[in-house]
Nanobody
Framework: QVQLVESGGGLVQPGGSLRLSCAASGFTVDYYAIGWFLQAPGKEREGVSCISSSDGSTYYADSVKGRFTISRDNAKNTVYLQMNSQKPEDTAVYYC???????????????????WGQGTQVTVSS
């Protein structure tokens, strides 16, 4: 049974950092592409970052490039999202997901992921 569990969310001040974790079970994290997505209140879910299954290539939305870093620990079967220099507009529920997007241009698209975690709230506020 494929399961993804996010953790690490919370309240952080602008300019601060958080690290989100996505613990996987029922599969190994290098078998699927693992993506991080956010959903702000009243908005569509959107892609933030992804790490590919094939060679571990990483992809980022323009809004987080240079601030967020995705990484994978195969021994712990966990994918991380390190979020630095956080902004109030980063406030959202963050989800991790597993899937097999066929093309690299699909990696940050919600519709190409099959398995989702329950989400973790991140609030950036002073």
């Amino acid at each position: 049974q494929v399961q993804l569990v996010e953790s690490g969310g919370g309240l952080v001040q602008p300019g601060g950092s958080l690290r989100l974790s996505c613990a996987a079970s029922g599969f190994t994290v290098d078998y699927y592409a693992i993506g991080w997505f956010l959903q702000a209140p009243g908005k569509e879910r959107e892609g933030v970052s992804c790490i590919s299954s094939s060679d571990g290539s990483t992809y980022y939305a323009d809004s987080v490039k240079g601030r967020f870093t995705i990484s994978r620990d195969n021994a712990k079967n966990t994918v991380y999202l390190q979020m630095n220099s956080q902004k109030p507009e980063d406030t959202a529920v963050y989800y991790c997901a597993a899937g097999r997007p066929r093309y690299s241009s699909w990696y940050l698209q919600v519709g190409h992921y099959d398995y989702w975690g329950q989400g973790t709230q991140v609030t950036v506020s002073s």
